[in-house]
Structure formats: structure tokens, C-alpha cells
């Protein structure tokens, strides 16, 4: 066991996958899944209007082997967040959290997201709310801060009144958000990192769990911040190469070995044939494999035929099959 291996095992904390817009849809989830069996997978935010005003199963429909799933909601109107919260519980999710980290400016209009870092009673008027109203656990994603403001003090005070309403678990971006000036890409590498302040609000509240998340893409990275937190979150990273995920069980929940990445790849093959048997188009499910094979002798070819053919009307198991040709077996 080398020492990255002892580090990790030591903290047993949660890891997770970030809910990214248009990203971990429930393919992309049932994907990373075939390859850690315990990493926590996480929807793209859902906003309560859409809950409540729109189609559900849309947004909220996923394959039982998803578990452990958490939901995000977008949304700050107390009795909306709490009927959302009991259709989550009902609809069988593992934890329901609340976006208080999104900085784009269609989401202030709607009064959630990031902005909610100025109002942080109204997070945890929500959280009371939630929390009465359902039995799993209601959860809080937020930025250290807001626009100018560099203090650490704004980060644990709004931790401080939130948790005052019940939330005992924060995943906490260690970058502040710009809400004027900066577009959410530019607000997701702009904005210096500052991961002292997350680790300073962990040794301040100990009783929180206190999960990190912002530029963290490998997993020498993630050690560095355990065990002195309690989890870290994955964003782009597990995305654009979900493999990465491969060695989630083994470095932190005691698996002996990783997948075999063909084995994998025949799982999903069959989930895809499953799917394109009910109607769903090829490309909403291999758009999120482009970057299975990255470094590997073939993958751009890999890459290139999925994209200009998968999208195509009818296309069907067979590009795949022939994108995967590209690829020398290791």
C-alpha cells in the first residue's frame, strides 16, 4: 500500500461527483456508476418551478442502480422548497441539497443560487422547512463568498445562521462568486482558489461535515485536504474523463482492485442497446463516453466517429461498435 492509499483510507470521507447543467444526466450517472459502485452521483440542479409547474419524471426520473443519489435544488421560497423536498424523498433519492452556488444572472432573477449568500436566514428558513417536512438529509453547496468581499468572517457566518436551521453538511466551492462582471464559466476559474478558508471553517465548526470542492482533479489533489475534511467533490474532471473514476473504491472504500475497463464498456454497451430499444437518440448517451479513453492509442478516432455520427437520425449500436474498433484493448 503506498502512502496516497494509507492517506485516503484514513479519512473515509465521501467523494463525490458535482451536478453540472446538461451533464450528469441520469446516462452520464448510470455510466460512472458501472465504474465506481460508491461514488455519490449527484443531479443537475433542478429548479422548484420546474418541479412544480413542469413534467417531474423529466427531471427526475433515474435508474435505481444510481444510489447513492443526491438531488440539487434551485429555488428560495420556503413552502416550495419543503413540497419539493417531500417530492424528492417520495421519488427516492438520498439526500436533497439546496444550490446556494450558482452565480449565472438567469438565476439570481430567480432569486437562488449564489446571491442566496447574502440572505443566509432565507437558506436556513428553507432548511427548517425541509427538514421538517422530509427524513433524509437536506444539504447546503455554496461558494466562501460574493463579490468583493475577500474576508474569511462572511463564509462562517452564513455557515454559522444556516446551520442554526438544521443543515449539518456543506459542500463548500472554495472560490467566491463574481455576480456582476463574470459569466459562470469565468466564475469557475477566475476567482482565485482558497482552499484555507474551508479548512479553517472545518477546525472552527468541527460537528459540521465539511466537504470541499474547486479545482480538484486527481486524486493527489483531493488527498491533500483529508482527513482533515470530511469529503471532496469532482467536477469537470470525472466528466471529460470519467474513468478517473475507476480507482474511487479502491482508494476509499477498501475495494481490492479497479474495474476492468472492457468489462465496463460490455455493461454499458448494453445499457445503450436497452435505451436505443426505447426510443433514446445515441448521442444523448455517448456524448458522455467521448473522454473513456483518453491517452489511450486510438481515442481520438474514438472520439471523431462518435461525434459526427452519433447524432445522426437512426444511428444505432453499430457506431458505436465501430468507434470502439478504434481503440487498442490493453
Known amino acids: 500500500m503506498n502512502a496516497l492509499d494509507q492517506k485516503i483510507k484514513a479519512a473515509d470521507p465521501v467523494i463525490s461527483v458535482a451536478p453540472m447543467l446538461n451533464w450528469t444526466d441520469t446516462h452520464y450517472r448510470n455510466l460512472a456508476r458501472l465504474i465506481s459502485k460508491r461514488v455519490q452521483l449527484w443531479s443537475e440542479m433542478v429548479t422548484t418551478g420546474a418541479l412544480l409547474h413542469g413534467d417531474p419524471a423529466r427531471h427526475l426520473d433515474f435508474k435505481a442502480a444510481e444510489h447513492p443519489l443526491v438531488l440539487q435544488l434551485g429555488g428560495s421560497d420556503t413552502k416550495d422548497m419543503a413540497i419539493c423536498a417531500r417530492i424528492a424523498e417520495q421519488w427516492g433519492y438520498d439526500e436533497v441539497n439546496i444550490n446556494v452556488g450558482c452565480p449565472s444572472d438567469r438565476v439570481q432573477k430567480g432569486r437562488f443560487g449564489a ?19 422530509v427524513s433524509i438529509p437536506v444539504t447546503v453547496k455554496c461558494r466562501i463568498g460574493i463579490d468583493r468581499d475577500d474576508a474569511y468572517e462572511p463564509l462562517r457566518d452564513f455557515v454559522g445562521i444556516v446551520s442554526d436551521g438544521g443543515c449539518e453538511r456543506f459542500v463548500v466551492h ?20 482558497r482552499y484555507e478558508f474551508v479548512h479553517q471553517l472545518k477546525s472552527e465548526l468541527p460537528d459540521l461535515h465539511i466537504a470541499i470542492n474547486g479545482g480538484i482533479t486527481t486524486w493527489e489533489l483531493a488527498a491533500e485536504h483529508l482527513p482533515a475534511l ?54 444523448y448517451m455517448t456524448r458522455h463516453m467521448l473522454g473513456m479513453f483518453n491517452g489511450m492509442p486510438g481515442a481520438r478516432s474514438f ?18 461498435d465501430t468507434a470502439l474498433k478504434s481503440i487498442r484493448r490493453e
Open 230 to 283: 470530511d469529503g471532496v467533490m469532482v467536477g469537470r474532471a470525472a466528466y471529460q474523463g470519467p474513468w478517473m473514476l475507476s480507482s474511487v473504491d479502491r482508494l476509499f472504500f477498501g475495494a481490492e482492485t479497479d474495474p476492468d475497463r472492457w468489462e465496463v464498456i460490455e455493461q454499458w454497451r448494453e445499457y445503450v442497446q436497452k435505451n436505443l430499444s426505447q426510443g433514446v437518440s445515441l448521442m
Open 303 to 320: 472520439r471523431r466517429h462518435l461525434s459526427e455520427n452519433a447524432y445522426k437520425k437512426g444511428a444505432g449500436i453499430d457506431v458505436l
Open 115 to 133: 446571491c442566496l449568500m447574502a440572505e443566509p436566514q432565507t437558506v436556513a428558513d428553507c432548511v427548517k422547512a425541509m427538514r421538517d417536512a
Open 174 to 193: 472554495a472560490r467566491k462568486a463574481w455576480l456582476d462582471g463574470l459569466s459562470p464559466a469565468q466564475n469557475r476559474d477566475v476567482p482565485p482558489l
